[in-house]
């Protein structure tokens, strides 16, 4: 390769009047000799840049001429003001030594020797001689894009969360920058151009998303346009510098997706209550901090457990919480129990939340009765035996459903009254039997348990209250004597127009007696019989007989 040396303009040092004078004799003998000889300095072009940057970097210029004529030929480069400043032998010329400022280049044909030595300008060539057109060269002095300062060690952090998010005026200083114009420019790491705002304040950083970007402050020479069509700063061509980059960090935090659940627990009853390990995934959460929460349904925060898998739901009662993911980038504040999570502050984003149902009924408390019991002494007379409308009072109840259960004392169901004062025990004949009130969560089928010890779904039963059935003489036969001698007295419980018949049996079940009546009381002559033990056999419409123990003395 021709390394090309930036050209240094002559400087006068000799006095060479001796040789101007032979130059003007030589020239005035040839001229006497052919004066009609053709001068003619031709036509000059070239193909290169004629705008250079003076950057300390060679910037030749090829220079061809065309149609020159003339004994003898020089090159002359001149100032915008044909101000002699160099005489190269041949291109191409490199200018880039010469500073900044506008120069010219010539193309001389002659006949003689002109004194170069000392002509300044153009204007005192003398003789017969013929100059070219002349190419301008326009050397720009390279610019200085400056010094950027501003932010953090020249960075700037925002958030991406859909609020503006802007350099503050002023926040950045340019120092030392030279050029004839310039321009904001911010790029990505790849320096593909973004834009070319007019201050460093004025984009919005937010609706970039996240990344990182880089903002420069460039200077040039030039037509402004030349830059609107490049797309990356590694592009650029011509005179131009770019200040060091100021860096600006988008953040955008990504809470991610929770799959898994919803959860429904039944909690107070002492055993842990935890949503199992794996039941909850979590993907595309983006951050540098993370945290799971756990709150109440109006966002209250209960905890930020390591992971939702360590939380007992046992222990909070009955109610819903809800378990998110919060990623962040930075410091965040606000995320603690007993906060909000509507006061969390930071560049964060929560996840969509988890619902975990905590179901606690309570059956309550009941009263009523006499200590809490109720007793019925005729049942089977056909008389409702109900216990009255609010004779039984409940404090200290909750839970989704409610219902009234009636068991025996084995706690097998005999029945789900809507209320305590449904039932009527008038036709469960003689016993005791149990009344509970019982809260329970969830769409339950209670017709398909049998026992109350089949219960597994969550619910809870108060106290209960004790109902004892007693059955009364009304609507039974009776002995109005016994133990009887001579005469046994009967009294009917069920007289019939069709008559009730009436047997007596010995001890072995012989019938030693045998009559009928249609009135309500009968007499049996048992004179005859031997003292002890017999049985009525008594039987009416019903058909059901009763049997009566009857001692003789």
């Not at 420069?216 to 060091?244: I, K, M």
């Not at 019982?438 to 017709?447: E, Q």
Request: glycine content about 12%; proline content about 6%; charged content about 20%.
């Amino acid at each position: 390769m021709k390394t090309i040396l930036p050209f240094k303009f002559p400087r006068t040092t000799l006095n060479f009047s001796f040789f101007f004078v032979l130059a003007l004799l030589g020239s005035s003998f040839l001229m006497a000799q052919n004066p009609n000889s053709n001068v003619d300095g031709g036509f000059i072009s070239t193909e290169d840049e004629t705008t250079i940057c003076v950057d300390g970097f060679p910037d030749p210029i090829n220079v061809t001429v065309e149609g020159a004529s003339g004994r003898l030929k020089q090159w002359i480069i001149t100032d915008d003001q044909n101000n002699i400043l160099a005489l190269p032998p041949a291109p191409p010329f490199n200018l880039d030594g010469a500073g900044p400022g506008v120069c010219r280049i010539w193309h001389l044909s002659y006949n003689g020797i002109p004194p170069f030595k000392k002509l300044k300008n153009l204007s005192d060539l003398r003789g017969r001689y013929d100059l070219s057109n002349y190419i301008e060269v326009v050397r720009n002095l390279k610019p200085e894009g400056g010094t950027l300062t501003g932010g953090e060690n020249n960075i700037f952090t925002f958030c991406v969360d859909g609020e503006a998010d802007n350099i503050p005026e002023g926040a950045i200083t340019l120092e030392g920058n030279i050029g004839s114009n310039s321009v904001w420019v911010v790029t990505d790491l790849d320096l593909n151009i973004l834009g070319l705002p007019p201050t460093p304040s004025a984009p919005n950083f937010d609706a970039a998303g996240a990344g990182t970007c880089l903002v420069w402050h460039l200077s040039f020479e030039g037509d402004p346009e030349t830059f609107l069509d490049v797309t990356n700063a590694g592009d650029l061509e011509g005179c131009f510098e770019l200040s060091n980059p100021i860096t600006v960090i988008r953040y955008e935090a990504d809470g991610g997706i929770l799959e898994g659940g919803s959860f429904e627990y039944c909690v107070g009853d002492g055993e842990a209550d935890n949503i199992p390990e794996g039941d909850i995934t979590l993907s595309g959460n983006v951050g540098n901090f993370s945290q799971w929460i756990v709150t109440d349904s109006e966002g209250m925060i209960l905890g930020t457990p390591p992971n939702p898998f360590v939380v007992d739901f046992d222990g909070a009662g009955d109610g819903t919480c809800v378990v998110y993911h919060l990623s962040a980038f930075g410091e965040v504040e606000g995320a603690t129990a007993g906060s909000n999570i509507a006061d969390i502050s930071g560049c964060y984003d929560l996840s969509n939340g988890i619902d975990v149902v905590r179901n606690q009924p309570e059956g309550g408390t009941i009263t009523g009765g006499d200590n809490n019991t109720f007793t019925f002494n005729t049942v089977g007379d056909g008389q409702p035996d109900q216990i009255a409308e609010g004779a039984v009072t409940i404090e200290g109840s909750s839970g989704e459903n409610a219902t009234w259960v009636v068991t025996d004392e084995d706690l097998n169901i005999l029945g789900l009254p809507p209320t305590a004062s449904a039932p009527n025990f008038d036709g469960a004949g003689p016993g005791t039997c149990l009344l509970w009130y019982m809260r329970y969560a969830g769409d339950v089928d209670l017709s398909t348990f049998s026992n109350v010890g089949e219960f597994d779904f969550c619910f809870d039963l108060s106290n209960s209250i004790s109902v004892i059935r007693n059955e009364g003489n009304a609507g039974r036969s009776s002995i109005i004597e016994n133990p009887a001698s001579d005469v046994l007295n009967v009294k009917l419980g069920h007289p019939s127009k069709k008559g009730v018949s009436l047997q007596l049996f010995n001890m072995s079940n012989e019938p030693v007696i045998e009559t009928s009546t249609t009135k309500q009381k009968a007499q049996l002559n048992i004179q005859n019989l031997s003292p002890g033990l017999y049985f009525l056999r008594v039987e009416g419409d019903s058909g059901q007989p009763e049997i009566l123990r009857v001692v003789i003395n």
